[in-house]
């Protein structure tokens, strides 16, 4: 296994377009994790799941962006109508127990969204 | 809400010199904190952390210890290394089921 995969790592899209970032995480990890990184700032919380289910969304996360994870392994991020605020890093993280307390959450590359 | 304030950059250092990132936190309780580092092109990779009060972790070089008076964990090095050149992100997580990140530090270690 070689770590947390993202793809697209670049993505440049026109504004009011949809786009769809796919993550998919180390094997068996439980938690899957999506956080959205602008320039000069640390990663946010967009939200995560445990296995297939989606328990928290960040209030980021406007009714255009919608996660899943259908089958508790790879997830995918949707953007609709795109603007050009939603230009960031969009990072994937995975963890393989219940809580990143006491264990390593490993992150992606990452996918850079540019809306022109 | 949990917070984390972290040392404002670009940090720029020669080779072998002494290294202090400053860290510090705002929580509800007793957080367990991290610090991340992104090497340039890479993703974010946990460089040490420490869980509980006077805690010290350690990696590479690397040390922070977990401060509860100060609510700090203050990233230092005796001496870096060009290798070292990363953006460093201090962090935090406390019972909410997410990492809470610093704006990071970027730090350039010239020859």
């Known amino acids: 296994d070689t770590g947390v995969s993202q793809n697209p790592r670049h993505k440049i899209t026109k504004r009011g377009q949809n786009v769809t970032f796919r993550c998919d995480p180390i094997?068996?990890?439980?938690?899957l994790y999506w956080y959205r990184q602008t320039l000069g700032q640390g990663p946010e919380f967009l939200t995560y799941f445990q296995n297939e289910a989606q328990l928290e969304k960040s209030r980021l996360l406007s009714d255009r962006f919608s996660a899943e994870r259908p089958k508790g392994s790879f997830s995918t991020l949707e953007i609709q109508r795109t603007e050009q605020g939603d230009s960031a890093m969009y990072l994937c993280a995975s963890s393989p127990q219940e809580s990143p307390k006491n264990t390593e959450a490993f992150f992606g590359q990452g996918t850079r969204l540019t809306v022109v | 809400g949990d917070s984390v304030t972290q040392m404002e950059g670009p940090v720029t250092l020669s080779e072998e010199a002494f290294l202090t990132i400053n860290c510090t936190y705002t929580a509800t309780g007793y957080p367990s904190l991290f610090w991340y580092v992104q090497y340039p092109g890479e993703g974010l990779q946990l460089l040490l952390k420490?869980?509980?009060?006077?805690d010290k972790g350690s990696n590479k070089g690397f040390e922070a210890t977990y401060r509860k008076e100060t609510t700090s964990f203050h990233l230092e090095k005796g001496s870096v290394q060009v290798s070292d050149s990363a953006v460093y992100f201090c962090a935090l997580y406390f019972g909410n089921e997410k990492l809470t990140f610093g704006t990071g530090t970027r730090l350039t270690i010239i020859p």
């Open positions: 094997s068996e990890h439980n938690r």
């Open positions: 420490a869980t509980k009060a006077d």
